[in-house]
């Protein structure tokens, strides 16, 4: 769930707007707008903003792995640049696969064969192919109980370099 100040600032570029149109809408949409309503203008900002990376993150790194960010989930392009150096040389199929797995906690559907394939194959062997179900189910599993101040990885420390002290303590 990595924002870097440039998305934040063009944050109105992506689908946030619509966000902020209808996050109020539903029966909990009152309580929550008493609640946003009573921030200071740039916090409240800052607090929607962090519920719609929050709501969008799974697809978001879906997008980024794969490729094929539209800029509607936010204009993350640094972190895209990031991601992509990270995976560059490997295939698109195994990016696509990569991307369907991180995207899958978020969703409810580990039991569709047709998308978590038992034995996807990445080479020509049966030691080059993997469980996307079974990958799938440890990502949800470890995503439920970790629990612990260490979550946020290194490579999010270095995007946002937080620059004054109090943050850096925060971060660390």
């Given at each position: 769930?990595?924002?870097?100040s440039?998305e934040?600032?063009?944050?109105h570029e ?12 539903g ?5 929550y707008?008493e609640k ?14 962090q ?11 879906r997008?980024w792995?794969?490729?094929k960010?539209?800029?509607d ?10 991601v992509d ?8 199929r195994?990016?696509k696969?990569l991307?369907?797995?991180c995207?899958?906690?978020h ?14 194959p990445?080479?020509?062997?049966p030691?080059?192919?993997a469980?996307?179900q079974?990958c799938a189910i440890v990502l949800r ?11 946020a990885?290194t ?7 937080p ?5 850096t303590?925060?971060?660390?």
């Amino acid at each position: 769930m990595v924002v870097t100040s440039e998305e934040y600032e063009r944050r109105h570029e992506s689908s946030f707007p619509e966000f902020k149109r209808t996050v109020f809408d539903g029966d909990q949409g009152k309580d929550y707008h008493e609640k946003v309503a009573k921030m200071p203008d740039g916090e409240a900002e800052r607090f929607l903003y962090q519920g719609f990376v929050r709501q969008h993150h799974a697809e978001r790194i879906r997008q980024w792995i794969s490729g094929k960010s539209k800029g509607d989930l936010g204009i993350a392009d640094r972190v895209i640049s990031e991601v992509d150096q990270v995976l560059k040389g490997l295939h698109d199929r195994f990016r696509k696969d990569l991307g369907l797995i991180c995207e899958s906690h978020h969703l409810d559907d580990l039991d569709d064969l047709a998308n978590y394939k038992l034995s996807q194959p990445y080479g020509s062997g049966p030691q080059e192919s993997a469980n996307l179900q079974y990958c799938a189910i440890v990502l949800r599993t470890a995503d439920l109980l970790h629990v612990t101040k260490d979550r946020a990885p290194t490579i999010s420390f270095r995007m946002i370099n937080p620059s004054d002290p109090k943050r850096t303590e925060e971060w660390r």
